[in-house]
């Protein structure tokens, strides 16, 4: 939590410095002191890593001045004023004016660490969102498309900046949810072909006429309802990208059709003889394992091999926790400017229960949980924040919090159909739709 952050810790009392130093550093909190408080200006600056902690009577320059200079420098710089019991109403002034906290001597090692260790957390999480801020304002970076500071994400990103510029077809594996599509866009982005189109086409549940319609379009007239010519993604996407996800569904007679095309970069419209040239990269998603799924003669082998000339694989969110924090507040920010709604403050419990949860639906469903974060809509979030109060979550709020999760999975299972949901819930269509619209339930946060 307070890792390569710091305290700045302003004390004249030598006895009263050393004693509140070492309870600091006994809790593993890096501490910097000082006699006097123009000997710590010179750490006060925009975007300092870490606190402020000063007693208000000082000689030469009071604590109170020095509030003044570091809000004045940083107005979300966290400052904790030391008092004595004289000076409790001027302590209460000063966080009118900016302070974030004071305590009253004499105080305790457990108060001085506590309140440190709170305002800590407040001001990692403030310049985390500084720097989510920043990645947002250089969108065309690679970091600001696929957040995250783990080791296996930087290591994504590299690979995709390294193999953005070939040709190769790509297979992209991962879990629902984490974020397949964003890779192959990033693929297309940063090569060569960014200058023309991107398509992607799901391959789950499409009729094989529709979907040869929707990859190779069709002429007028080429089967009932073909009023016009239509172009397919193909086409669209010539010179560009063409994402194929979830092609683990794709049915044997199309994987047929697409092997020939890849074979021989050329098609046909549904409905014509004329063979036209394919120009656009193919990459394909899927949550499964392709080769498992040859072996037991569900996809072709030979697809496979034609398509995985580059694989890539993101991992699920629970494998990279380290990145949640930031994700969160990255959504959460977006939010916030999407719904012109100012941005919430988490509270450590809460971040506790953000970094504690499974995540089966990944980057997805965190992106979820911070948008209905963000519109004050009841979240497994302000769960963790009653149960770390006195008080006890109702019935009721147990109820919805169990049918929320309930719904989330059976919608994460049939990709956001809640046609196919209700099936496997087992209730009616309107009862789902009614339960979905109370609990602010979206299905197409799961397509």
Known sequence: MSKNLKVLFVEDDAAVRLGGMQALRLSGLEVQSFERAEDALRYIEFGFPGILVSDIRLPGMSGLALLEHAI???????????TGHGDIPMAVDSMRRGAYDFVEKPYSSEQLVDVSRRALEKRRLTLELAAVRQTL?????????????????????????????????????GETGTGKELVARSLHDYGHR???????????????????????????????????????????????????????????????????????????????????????????????????????????????????????????????REDIPLLFEHFVLRAAAEYNKPIPDISSAQMRDLMSRSWAGNVRELRNVAERFTLGMPTRVDAASIDDST???SLDTKLNLFERQLIEEALRECSGRAVVACERLGVPKKTLYDKMRRLGISSEEFK
């Open 137 to 173: 304002a250089h969108r065309d970076s690679i970091e600001a498309k696929i957040l995250g500071r783990s080791p296996v994400i930087e290591r994504l990103r590299r690979m995709i900046l390294e193999l953005a510029d070939t040709d190769a077809n790509a297979l992209i594996f």
């Open 194 to 320: 960014k200058a023309k189109n991107f398509a992607a086409i799901n391959c789950a549940g499409i009729p094989e006429l529709l979907f040869e319609s929707e990859v190779f379009g069709h002429e007028a007239g080429s089967f009932t309802g073909a009023i016009k010519r239509r172009i397919g993604k193909i086409e669209y996407a010539q010179g560009g990208t063409l994402f194929l996800d979830e092609i683990e569904t794709m049915q044997m007679s199309l994987q047929v059709k697409l092997l020939r095309l890849l074979q021989e970069k050329k098609f046909e419209r549904v409905g014509s003889n004329e063979l036209l040239q394919m120009d656009c990269r193919i990459v394909a998603g899927s949550k499964a394992d392709l080769l498992a799924l040859s072996s037991l003669n569900h996809f072709r082998d030979d697809l496979y091999y034609r398509l995985g000339v580059i694989v890539l694989e993101i991992p699920p969110l629970r494998e990279r």
């Open 72 to 82: 004045g420098t940083d107005a979300s710089l966290p400052v904790i004023l030391v």
């Open 391 to 393: 008080e006890k979550p």
